[in-house]
């Protein structure tokens, strides 16, 4: 098996000369959620504690804290900026992998071209080849390697922020292929159990993962060696989708239609703060609303059926003391914060917001429940119905198959131009939309030292 030699060949000869525009196209929009995410996460307590921290530590200023007004060294620059884009938990992300690639590759791939004084278009292919290098071992341990108690986001992501860096320093097949090896020494453990107690640790797994990213990208350029065969292994069976999952690995995902499908294609992107797990409830219940507005006095119960994953992944309740991390993984909370918002935004999912007691209270009238059906047609679709009982024997219900954002349905350009706008408040509206424009024309921009001062 040649997988991981493969890759890292193919990801070394990546140019926007040799992408289709679809592909480039869907680079632009990742960034510019990512973007948004950012902005959307700067009014979290959790975040406002790991910027600081890492303010404290100095560095010299290479690379921007997006959205934090100062500028550190790169590992950390890039440590920020993945978890600020992952926090809020509305990241872009890959159905077939479980993963989160923008939170590592994008970070990694800002931090070098800042640094370096690179343009838009060698961000462009950073971008495409993280997430090819991100999202392939995703997909070929998915849904095992959660089930085997890992976040693909961290650890995978590594291997894209290892590859976006090294694509930026111009590494060439053997520079990736160390690149690729020197990552999955590196790669966090990422441990799911963080996420599903609901520690706030979970949201630095983008950081992590972008800046072990870099060192192992460094460290191969500085001609350090790894493992030639990372991602399949060798006979000693000690390759990183070997060892980070219960079963057999889907080999052939690593390298099946490589140079003519790219992954990122396949990249949905959130319109909800929340897990995509939780999505297709509070699609249906803000649908409801825009139906028939619900007085939440006249809800009796709320039952969301829904598959096997989300069951399971998204079905704890909330209470005083929890976690924004908690809510963003209940559905319960998801679909109460809905029926009394209208909404589930930044605002939606903040600290402060957790507090009510009157949310808390209808969270607790939500129960969730796994349907033989839906589940059958999952991972196909991610179904979810809600059905809500109103006092005097009424009853609404709404499902909804394919959420919002999916490939299938997807978020355009103005969707997630309009995310920018939404996450990012109350900052100026033209240097907003200056920042939309630089992004949507990338590939035209000498220098990313233009885009990074003003987010």
Same mark, same amino acid.
Request: a negative charge.
């Given at each position: 098996?040649?997988?991981?030699?493969?890759?890292?060949?193919?990801?070394?000869?990546?140019?926007?000369?040799?992408?289709?525009?679809?592909?480039?196209?869907?680079?632009?929009?990742?960034?510019?959620?990512?973007?948004?995410?950012?902005?959307?996460?700067?009014?979290?307590?959790?975040?406002?504690?790991?910027?600081?921290?890492?303010?404290?530590?100095?560095?010299?200023?290479?690379?921007?804290?997006?959205?934090?007004?100062?500028?550190?060294?790169?590992?950390?620059?890039?440590?920020?900026?993945?978890?600020?884009?992952?926090?809020?938990?509305?990241?872009?992300?890959?159905?077939?992998?479980?993963?989160?690639?923008?939170?590592?590759?994008?970070?990694?791939?800002?931090?070098?071209?800042?640094?370096? +004084?690179?343009? #838009? @278009? $060698?961000?462009?292919? %950073?971008?495409?080849? &993280?997430?090819? *290098? =991100?999202?392939?071992?995703? /997909?070929?341990?998915?849904?095992?390697?959660?089930?085997?108690?890992?976040?693909?986001?961290?650890?995978? +992501?590594?291997? #894209? @922020? $290892?590859?976006?860096? %090294?694509?930026?320093? &111009?590494?060439? *097949? =053997?520079?990736?292929?160390? /690149?690729?090896?020197?990552?999955?020494?590196?790669?966090?453990?990422?441990?799911?159990?963080?996420?599903? +107690?609901?520690?706030?640790?979970?949201?630095?797994?983008?950081?992590?993962?972008?800046?072990?990213?870099?060192?192992?990208?460094?460290?191969?350029?500085?001609?350090?060696?790894?493992?030639?065969?990372?991602?399949?292994?060798?006979?000693?069976?000690?390759?990183?989708?070997?060892?980070?999952?219960?079963?057999?690995?889907?080999?052939?995902?690593?390298?099946?239609?490589?140079?003519?499908?790219?992954?990122?294609?396949?990249?949905?992107?959130?319109?909800?703060?929340?897990?995509?797990?939780?999505?297709?409830?509070?699609?249906?219940?803000?649908?409801?609303?825009?139906?028939?507005?619900?007085?939440?006095?006249?809800?009796?119960?709320?039952?969301?059926?829904?598959?096997?994953?989300?069951?399971?992944?998204?079905?704890?309740?909330?209470?005083?003391?929890?976690?924004?991390?908690?809510?963003?993984?209940?559905?319960?909370?998801?679909?109460?914060?809905?029926?009394?918002?209208?909404?589930?935004?930044?605002?939606?999912?903040?600290?402060?917001?957790?507090?009510?007691?009157?949310?808390?209270?209808?969270?607790?009238?939500?129960?969730?429940?796994?349907?033989?059906?839906?589940?059958?047609?999952?991972?196909?679709?991610?179904?979810?119905?809600?059905?809500?009982?109103?006092?005097?024997?009424?009853?609404?219900?709404?499902?909804?198959?394919?959420?919002?954002?999916?490939?299938?349905?997807?978020?355009?350009?103005?969707?997630?131009?309009?995310?920018?706008?939404?996450?990012?408040?109350?900052?100026?509206?033209?240097?907003?939309?200056?920042?939309?424009?630089?992004?949507?024309?990338?590939?035209?921009?000498?220098?990313?030292?233009?885009?990074?001062?003003?987010?």
């Amino acid at each position: 098996m040649d997988h991981t030699q493969n890759m890292a060949a193919f990801l070394a000869k990546i140019s926007l000369a040799g992408l289709p525009p679809e592909v480039v196209h869907k680079a632009k929009l990742c960034l510019l959620d990512y973007i948004a995410n950012v902005y959307g996460s700067l009014e979290l307590e959790a975040v406002a504690g790991a910027i600081a921290y890492v303010r404290s530590l100095g560095g010299p200023p290479a690379a921007t804290v997006l959205g934090g007004g100062f500028k550190t060294d790169l590992h950390h620059a890039a440590f920020l900026n993945g978890t600020t884009a992952e926090a809020i938990e509305a990241q872009d992300g890959l159905r077939f992998g479980g993963n989160h690639p923008g939170t590592a590759v994008i970070p990694a791939a800002l931090a070098v071209a800042e640094d370096r +004084g690179q343009g #838009g @278009a $060698a961000v462009i292919e %950073a971008i495409v080849a &993280g997430y090819e *290098a =991100a999202n392939r071992p995703a /997909a070929a341990m998915h849904p095992w390697h959660t089930l085997s108690g890992f976040l693909p986001t961290g650890t995978c +992501g590594t291997f #894209g @922020a $290892a590859a976006a860096a %090294a694509r930026l320093t &111009g590494a060439d *097949a =053997a520079g990736m292929l160390n /690149a690729l090896g020197c990552a999955g020494y590196l790669a966090p453990v990422s441990m799911a159990e963080q996420l599903m +107690g609901g520690y706030t640790v979970k949201i630095v797994q983008g950081g992590q993962a972008a800046l072990a990213g870099l060192m192992a990208a460094g460290l191969a350029r500085a001609g350090i060696t790894g493992d030639r065969q990372v991602f399949e292994g060798s006979d000693l069976k000690g390759g990183f989708t070997q060892i980070t999952t219960k079963v057999e690995p889907k080999f052939e995902k690593l390298t099946e239609g490589l140079g003519e499908h790219y992954t990122i294609s396949d990249i949905y992107f959130k319109p909800y703060t929340a897990c995509r797990h939780t999505h297709g409830a509070a699609q249906a219940t803000l649908e409801l609303l825009r139906e028939q507005p619900v007085d939440p006095a006249e809800i009796e119960a709320v039952e969301v059926a829904t598959y096997g994953m989300a069951s399971v992944a998204v079905c704890k309740g909330v209470k005083a003391g929890d976690t924004i991390v908690n809510a963003q993984f209940s559905i319960p909370y998801v679909v109460a914060v809905c029926l009394l918002d209208g909404a589930l935004g930044p605002k939606q999912l903040t600290e402060r917001r957790m507090n009510d007691p009157a949310l808390l209270a209808l969270a607790q009238k939500v129960t969730v429940r796994m349907d033989e059906e839906l589940n059958r047609v999952y991972p196909e679709r991610t179904s979810s119905r809600v059905e809500i009982e109103l006092t005097g024997g009424g009853r609404r219900v709404r499902q909804v198959d394919i959420p919002k954002g999916d490939p299938r349905d997807p978020m355009e350009a103005a969707d997630l131009a309009d995310k920018v706008r939404q996450f990012a408040g109350d900052r100026d509206r033209a240097n907003t939309e200056r920042i939309i424009a630089m992004i949507l024309d990338l590939e035209t921009l000498v220098d990313i030292r233009e885009l990074t001062p003003l987010i």
